[in-house]
């Protein structure tokens, strides 16, 4: 009897325990937990793994690929904010004052800067200069030099490539202004709502290979599709489901720095920014999200892996002896110049480089038009950044889609970049500083992110 009774009694108190919260109880998730605890591990189509990311990026790439970008040349952007929406005439342009950009006096702009779009020595500053005034009249003059003949030529079809991915701004254009990127950077502006939604469910619905059978996770016409999306989207052949993980982490990317510069207070005197948590928590929490959340910062990564693999494929490229981060200013350049490089040997000393071979093979005929549809539908989404009712947020749309487009083009040009010369201009494969200086600025964003991740992991430890 005895034994029966204190059988009973231990069972009742385990029961109290249990529903007391002790006894081994596993505490609730915190919300660092819920947004991160699939973001880890090795990531699809790839064999490089969250945390080898997160360790390179963080304290080897970071702080000096942000002191390149404070540079004058990495920080002047010449971009046209005036180009009409090829697509829609109903654009609510946003009146907040965070959405306008400032852009620069013609005094603030360093003389090599303005003096041409692209520039690698001295030498070679009057030959594109000559090449550029003689695509301005329309046509090549037989006065010029045979050289110079040539360069026109070859630019002309360069700048008509088959191989560019994105339709690039007309800088020679009265509307096209230079931008200081530090001064306009960045961050919340405010705009958001059915106008935001519009662009971003076009380049989702109308540019990512998906019919329109098969809803996006979240869209409200989805009505519980999320498996039907997903199997959809595993059946893809790689390419196409690269393209959508590219966009899809273009997007997270962007979502992190509105979260982590968030407009928190506002006096007469100044404006405080900083770390949204609640914001952040919205966008990427696996609970509020319904599991999206975790998967977009998974695409950043990846997209991550695709700007870093093209960025160490074009080294060739800035290391011959012709080129300079040319601003006139002979001593700096140099400097930047072997800073440049400096990132650029560390970025091919990572050792898990996302393997593109694996894009476009198979039959030839075949794999050309999968590449013609791929640079199509990506060229597409770069004029739809003209339809942003946000100036500041069209800004940095059109950089970093400039970016990824120009990492695109690197990825796919690995025997032209194998063939340049030592010297001289290289006409095959050619990047104009317009590409360059969106390549490193659009890198230099996906980079900030994965280290805001980082912060955002410490700032949601503590909290359920």
């Not at 937990?33 to 790839?46: A, M, T």
């Not at 696996?286 to 599991?291: D, K």
């Not at 590409?435 to 890198?443: C, D, K, R």
């Amino acid at each position: 009897m005895g034994r029966r009774w204190g059988f009973l009694i231990g069972l009742v108190g385990a029961v109290w325990l249990l529903g007391s919260g002790h006894g081994g109880q596993q505490p609730p998730e915190t919300a660092a937990q819920r947004c991160f605890c699939q973001v880890s591990g090795y990531l699809d189509d790839c064999t490089c793994d969250v945390e080898t990311i997160d360790r390179f990026n963080n304290y080897r790439l970071f702080p000096r690929l942000q002191k390149l970008l404070e540079s004058d040349y990495f920080r002047y952007y010449k971009v046209n904010l005036k180009r009409p929406c090829p697509f829609w005439n109903d654009i609510s342009q946003c009146g907040r004052r965070d959405c306008a950009v400032k852009p620069c006096q013609s005094d603030e702009v360093p003389d090599g800067i303005k003096s041409a779009s692209y520039k690698y020595s001295e030498v070679a500053n009057n030959l594109i200069e000559e090449c550029e005034q003689a695509e301005r009249l329309g046509a090549v003059d037989e006065s010029l030099s045979e050289e110079t003949q040539k360069a026109v030529l070859q630019w002309t079809k360069h700048d008509d490539s088959s191989d560019n991915f994105c339709e690039a701004d007309d800088i020679q254009s009265p509307d096209a202004e230079y931008v200081d990127l530090l001064l306009n950077p960045e961050r919340y502006t405010g705009y958001k709502g059915l106008d935001a939604w519009k662009i971003w469910n076009v380049i989702y619905e109308e540019n990512c290979f998906k019919p329109q059978t098969i809803k996006r996770p979240l869209s409200p016409l989805a009505s519980g599709q999320e498996n039907t999306f997903y199997s959809w989207l595993e059946g893809l052949c790689v390419e196409k489901r690269a393209f959508y993980r590219l966009i899809s982490g273009l997007h997270a990317s962007i979502n992190v720095h509105l979260s982590a510069r968030y407009l928190l207070q506002e006096t007469w005197l100044e404006k405080k920014w900083g770390h949204n948590i609640t914001e952040f928590q919205q966008r990427f929490d696996g609970i509020l999200t319904e599991g999206e959340g975790p998967r977009r910062l998974k695409n950043l990564y990846f997209l991550y892996l695709i700007e870093l693999r093209a960025l160490s494929k074009v080294v060739p490229f800035f290391e011959r002896p012709d080129f300079q981060l040319f601003t006139g200013n002979k001593v700096h350049d140099a400097e930047n110049k072997m800073l440049l490089l400096e990132i650029l040997h560390e970025i091919k000393s990572f050792p898990l480089h996302f393997d593109e071979n694996s894009f476009f093979a198979g039959d030839k005929k075949e794999a050309n038009k999968l590449k013609e549809d791929f640079r199509l539908h990506f060229r597409n989404i770069s004029r739809i950044m003209d339809c942003v009712g946000c100036f500041k947020c069209r800004l940095w749309g059109k950089l970093q889609i400039q970016g990824l487009g120009t990492a695109l083009k690197i990825l796919f040009s690995e025997k032209l970049i194998a063939n340049m010369p030592e010297s001289g201009p290289s006409y095959e494969f050619h990047l104009t500083r317009q590409e360059i200086v969106s390549l490193f600025n659009a890198f230099g964003r996906i980079s900030t992110s994965v280290k805001e991740l980082e912060n955002f992991r410490n700032l949601l430890q503590n909290i359920h």
